[in-house]
């Protein structure tokens, strides 16, 4: 399979009967008929689709002459393919995927100190490139939403989140993550704590006990924890979260918080049998699978990876995304989706216990979405972390060898340098943060398992080799 299940529809086969342009032109059409695009909606060129999906441009551009000449879509020639004007939804919106779809084969112990306003530490996490960002078209999007903003827009903002949002994350996950879902299970928040208290709230009780990775994002922890909710930590390991352990020690808890795109922050994977297991474990006690997917987007070994929500077809996973990581954390704008089944009891806990994002935050990002910016930003993003990556590992091994290694992962937006014996990574840590460096220990991300000393360092603002030398030498001075 090299694609993603698209509202409701099998995933991409190369050895099917239909041949792949067919396939991806019956899910853009299936789209445009249920109403997630929208008429008039700006579509990813035929290049960038290519390049997300892996395929020939070709096969993407006949899919697209099929659409077009059915009257689908419509080339406007440098402004790009749109959704054709006037179109009407003819369907109804996707919910969740039937249960006959297909299914394809620490402690929380504190981060590192807050860097002054205005300033970026040297291997900040977390933080996207925002010397790549697009200001310009930024400043534009913001200030026509400004310029259009009549009396109503001053009012309260929709608790659970802008309708054109809220309809600009479900298309873009139904196209890039495979997620069936309709606008009303999409929940706009403000930021990953947020999410995770909005479902502690929902969905559990004081007392219940819910899976966590171990190591894990300490975040995690001190969120469930003030909750009331007992963390049991699961091992992770070359395949990522151990289920078989974790069924092991506690086969009734009630949930699970996991990774499985880049395991935080390991930066493994979730085996494909072992996101299986899970789901087949939530299906049977009846469980809640609370997915993370905070960086999946950018991935360099590979296509990125279907999301563990397209796999669901028992409504059990909650699908958490950000805009922190891929436009920037200012924001403060995160999104959840949850399955069709509880989408009002969110909405009426949303109502008792949120207050909203700002309005003109929201208006930005959805049409920075709807007008194709966000999907040619991520391209763009992740060939350039592709290359820093590349850039920073490279240095910073050639400066800290022997005493330091960096460990190869797939993807994600920070390294993990291994330290040599004798070298403690919480006391190392602590150094760089007195000299103006952003570092994380791995150790205060473990729970009960031991891990090798390291360092998580973000990768992601490191421009040139000659900045990566000058910090590797800047960290040789302090080992």
Same mark, same amino acid.
């Given at each position: 399979m090299i694609s993603l299940p698209f509202g409701g529809l099998p995933p991409l086969d190369p050895g099917g009967a239909e041949p792949l342009y067919r396939q991806i032109y019956a899910r853009f059409r299936h789209a445009i008929a249920s109403g997630l695009l929208e008429s008039g909606q700006r579509l990813p060129s035929a290049r960038a689709l290519a390049a997300e999906l892996g395929l020939a441009r070709g096969t993407i551009e006949t899919a697209y002459g099929l659409l077009s000449a059915e009257g689908y879509i419509l080339a406007r020639g440098q402004a790009g393919t749109v959704v054709a004007p006037d179109l009407r939804a003819r369907a109804p919106v996707a919910a969740e995927p039937s249960a006959s779809a297909p299914v394809p084969a620490a402690q929380g112990l504190p981060l590192a100190l807050e860097s002054a306003p205005g300033v970026i530490p040297p291997f900040q996490m977390g933080v996207p490139a925002l010397d790549a960002f697009p200001r310009k078209?930024?400043?534009?999007?913001?200030?026509?939403?400004?310029?259009?903003?009549?009396?109503?827009?001053?009012?309260?903002?929709?608790?659970?989140?802008?309708?054109?949002?809220?309809?600009?994350?479900?298309?873009?996950?139904?196209?890039?993550?495979?997620?069936?879902?309709?606008?009303?299970?999409?929940?706009?928040?403000?930021?990953?704590?947020?999410?995770?208290?909005?479902?502690?709230?929902?969905?559990?009780?004081?007392?219940?006990?819910?899976?966590?990775?171990?190591?894990?994002?300490?975040?995690?922890?001190?969120?469930?924890?003030?909750?009331?909710l007992r963390a049991h930590a699961v091992p992770v390991d070359a395949d990522g979260m151990n289920v078989a352990r974790g069924i092991e020690t506690a086969p009734r808890a009630r949930g699970v918080v996991v990774t499985p795109a880049h395991q935080s922050p390991l930066s493994v994977s979730l085996s494909l049998p072992r996101r299986q297991a899970l789901l087949d474990w939530a299906a049977r006690e009846s469980a809640w699978v609370v997915e993370d997917d905070y960086d999946g987007e950018?991935?360099?070994?590979?296509?990125?990876?279907?999301?563990?929500?397209? @796999?669901?077809?028992?409504? !059990?996973?909650?699908? %958490?995304?950000?805009?922190?990581? +891929? *436009?920037? =954390?200012?924001? $403060?704008?995160?999104?959840?989706?949850?399955?069709?089944?509880?989408?009002?009891?969110?909405?009426?806990?949303?109502?008792?216990?949120?207050?909203?994002?700002?309005?003109?935050?929201?208006?930005?990002?959805?049409?920075?979405?709807?007008?194709?910016?966000?999907?040619?930003?991520?391209?763009?993003?992740?060939? @350039?972390?592709?290359?820093? !990556?590349?850039?920073? %590992?490279?240095?910073?091994?050639? +400066? *800290?060898? =022997?005493?330091? $290694?960096?460990?190869?992962?797939?993807?994600?937006?920070?390294?993990?340098?291994?330290?040599?014996?004798?070298?403690?990574?919480?006391?190392?840590?602590?150094?760089?943060?007195?000299?103006?460096?952003?570092?994380?220990?791995?150790?205060?991300?473990?729970?009960?398992?031991?891990?090798?000393?390291?360092?998580? @360092?973000?990768?992601?603002?490191i421009a040139t080799r000659e900045e990566a030398q000058r910090l590797g030498r800047r960290i040789a001075a302090l080992m």
């Open positions: 078209i930024w400043a534009r999007l913001g200030a026509r939403a400004v310029r259009a903003m009549q009396a109503g827009d001053m009012v309260y903002p929709p608790l659970a989140g802008l309708p054109a949002l809220r309809t600009a994350i479900a298309a873009y996950l139904q196209v890039a993550r495979g997620i069936a879902c309709a606008p009303h299970q999409v929940f706009v928040t403000g930021g990953y704590r947020h999410t995770l208290d909005l479902i502690a709230r929902t969905l559990f009780q004081a007392g219940d006990r819910v899976w966590v990775e171990d190591p894990c994002f300490p975040p995690t922890l001190d969120v469930l924890r003030q909750g009331g950018y991935r360099y070994v590979s296509r990125p990876l279907p999301a563990l929500k397209s @796999l669901d077809r028992d409504g !059990r996973v909650l699908y %958490a995304g950000t805009f922190s990581k +891929v *436009l920037f =954390p200012a924001l $403060r704008l995160a999104y959840l989706v949850v399955p069709q089944a509880e989408a009002a009891r969110f909405e009426q806990v949303s109502r008792a216990v949120t207050g909203g994002s700002p309005a003109l935050t929201q208006e930005t990002v959805a049409a920075f979405i709807e007008q194709g910016h966000f999907a040619r930003h991520i391209q763009r993003m992740r060939k @350039l972390y592709g290359e820093r !990556r590349q850039i920073a %590992a490279q240095a910073l091994e050639q +400066v *800290l060898q =022997p005493r330091a $290694r960096i460990e190869s992962q797939p993807g994600g937006m920070h390294l993990i340098l291994r330290l040599g014996k004798g070298i403690a990574d919480r006391e190392l840590a602590v150094r760089l943060r007195e000299q103006g460096m952003y570092a994380n220990a791995l150790s205060d991300w473990a729970i009960e398992s031991p891990v090798e000393p390291g360092l998580l @360092l973000g990768f992601t603002n």
